[in-house]
């Protein structure tokens, strides 16, 4: 048998060049690459018009913005999602550049490892206004702009946390339980307007921020470190907290940034038109064997029967 933890290569794009071309596709989050990032490169090499990047870190977006730029038309627009004044301005931004919207990917996020406990009620904010609040600013922003005269699709980044009460994560459990509740709700309202609404649920995706934050459980209640750990970039250290577990997933590997790239282009093309209000699971069926993920690690599970989080 392979090892559980083998990393997969990238994988090869089979959908056509001209998938989506000619569209427009604003992608929040992507400051820090990862999935985002390469959502924003798949879309631009099928065929997308141009890409408009939206975090609030300036610098960082702008540097993702000029590595994307090798493949097509990005453009850049610091903002903060937590801002309803900020959600419009780039939805109306893109219009004046581009003429148009036709997809909308939600991926700013926050989230780190805490115990409910220690939890303090401005961190659960944040993230509850990051995710959940933000997903419905920018959701809203844009259909008032455009689709809600000429259609589009909107892409919400998720997270199996909230199935399950995974530990640790009441935060973010909480958060993505209201971002799936957008996603039916919005795509119910918005539907008669010929806008989609649709989901995708990461599982253990390497080389995320996210893969980084919550594969080392060092991290637990410790703002500081846990900031640290994607700056570092080493997903080796990341995953070697599931070095004692037996499989990560049946299929016997970690995901890899391309395998929500491929979700996303088909959630967002023509194939996809009579799916709304829905997540598309993309983890390999680990959450199956592993509903509360931190329980495959034999640190978590030891820490967990003391009762010490």
């Not at 990005?74 to 997809?103: F, N």
């Not at 904010?125 to 809203?140: K, Y």
């Not at 946390?161 to 509740?181: C, E, F, I, R």
Request: aromatic share 8%.
């Amino acid at each position: 048998m392979e090892s559980p933890n083998k990393i997969a290569p990238p994988i090869k794009s089979y959908f056509s060049p001209e998938l989506l071309k000619g569209q427009v596709a604003i992608v929040t989050g992507g400051s820090r690459g990862g999935m985002l990032k390469e959502i924003a490169q798949a879309y631009l090499q099928h065929g997308c018009k141009a890409i408009i990047l939206m975090s609030r870190n300036a610098e960082k977006n702008g540097e993702v913005v000029k590595e994307l730029s090798k493949f097509g038309t990005c453009h850049s627009e610091p903002g903060d999602v937590r801002k309803s004044e900020d959600c419009l301005r780039v939805a109306r931004r893109a219009v004046e550049l581009y003429g148009r919207i036709d997809i909308l990917v939600n991926g700013a996020a926050g989230n780190f490892l805490a115990s409910a406990a220690k939890l303090s009620t401005n961190g659960f904010r944040t993230v509850l206004e990051i995710d959940t609040i933000g997903t419905f600013n920018m959701s809203q922003a844009v259909f008032n702009t455009y689709f809600n005269t000429h259609g589009g699709v909107i892409i919400n980044i998720s997270a199996a946390l909230h199935w399950a009460g995974s530990a640790l994560q009441v935060h973010s459990g909480a958060a993505k339980a209201g971002v799936d509740t957008i996603t039916k709700t919005l795509a119910v309202e918005w539907g008669p307007h010929k806008v989609r609404v649709v989901g995708i649920v990461p599982g253990a995706i390497e080389g995320t921020e996210g893969f980084e934050r919550l594969g080392d459980l060092a991290n637990m209640n410790n703002k500081e470190k846990s900031n640290q750990a994607f700056e570092k970039g080493d997903a080796k250290q990341a995953a070697s907290g599931f070095k004692d577990s037996m499989v990560i997933a049946p299929i016997n590997r970690f995901g890899v940034v391309q395998d929500i790239a491929n979700a996303a282009l088909y959630l967002a093309s023509p194939m996809a038109t009579y799916i709304s209000g829905t997540n598309l699971v993309v983890d390999g069926a680990s959450t199956l064997i592993f509903p509360n993920f931190l329980f495959s690690f034999p640190k978590f599970i030891e820490m967990w029967g003391q009762a010490k989080l």
